[in-house]
């Protein structure tokens, strides 16, 4: 067996564990994430670490009070960065009021759940949001 049969394989054996545990939704955002980076001169910019250790990062666009792009770097697991991925999703097209609306529960349901241990990683999300939100704040109004 060469390195890459093996690498494939201990890659299925990790994929199929975490089938077991997580949602297709949570697996799909984590191992593809969606707007991964960092928007340079964002209109706002959020960063915090959670109670786990891991970082996350949101940095929005807004134009016409409507948040038109928005990226997310995280260090963190998989969860994490599922959690960010998705929320740069629901947050597209939205208004900073609408925006501010999500919650970790609307996270958590978008993901189609997460067994109660990462739980905390949708809070960490949506305060991360949160801080970007208040960085645009403090810039434009």
Same mark, same amino acid.
């Given at each position: 067996m060469?390195?890459?049969e093996l690498a494939e394989g201990l890659e299925s054996m990790i994929l199929e564990d975490a089938k077991k545990v997580f949602s297709e939704t949570v697996?799909?955002?984590?191992?593809?994430?969606?707007?991964?980076?960092?928007?340079?001169?964002? !209109?706002?910019?959020?960063? %915090?670490? $959670?109670?786990?250790?891991?970082? @996350?990062q949101i940095s929005i666009r807004v134009e016409n009070?409507?948040?038109?792009?928005?990226?997310?770097?995280?260090?963190g697991c998989g969860t994490s960065i599922a959690c960010g991925s998705m929320l740069t999703e629901m947050i597209k097209d939205k208004t900073i009021e609408e925006a501010l609306m999500i919650n970790?529960? !609307?996270?958590?349901?978008? %993901?189609? $759940?997460?067994?109660?241990?990462? @739980?905390?990683?949708?809070?960490?999300?949506?305060n991360v949001?949160?801080?970007?939100?208040?960085?645009?704040?403090?810039?434009?109004?």
């Open positions: 060469d390195l890459d697996i799909e955002y984590a191992y593809n994430p969606r707007n991964v980076g960092v928007i340079n001169n964002a !209109d706002g910019v959020g960063k %915090l670490t $959670g109670t786990c250790g891991d970082t @996350v009070s409507k948040i038109t792009k928005s990226m997310f770097i995280s260090d970790s529960n !609307d996270l958590l349901r978008s %993901l189609d $759940g997460l067994p109660e241990e990462y @739980v905390h990683c949708t809070v960490l999300a949506v949001l949160q801080a970007a939100i208040d960085d645009y704040k403090k810039k434009f109004t």
